[in-house]
């Protein structure tokens, strides 16, 4: 996904907190607000669970285990590296 990637949210539903990396510096949780609880927070995303879901934001077409993506928001299961 390199330049394209926008943003990975993850949700540890361990310790119920949503942790986000955001290499382009556009997140928004505006238009997520449907996926959270009344009480979210947001930490900084240091590492992925492979197998994990998380939602992935992208700025242009681009091809993710054989599916095309447009631009837009997904929840995808993160790869195995």
Request: net charge negative.
């Amino acid at each position: 996904m390199d330049s394209s990637l926008l943003w990975v949210l993850y949700f540890d539903n361990d310790t119920k907190v949503w942790s986000v990396y955001d290499p382009s510096g556009t997140f928004d949780h505006k238009p997520i607000l449907p996926y959270l609880d009344s009480d979210h927070q947001f930490g900084e995303l240091a590492y992925m669970v492979p197998g994990a879901s998380c939602l992935v934001a992208i700025s242009q077409e681009v091809t993710f285990r054989g599916v095309t993506l447009q631009d837009g928001i997904f929840d995808i299961i993160w790869p195995d590296p």
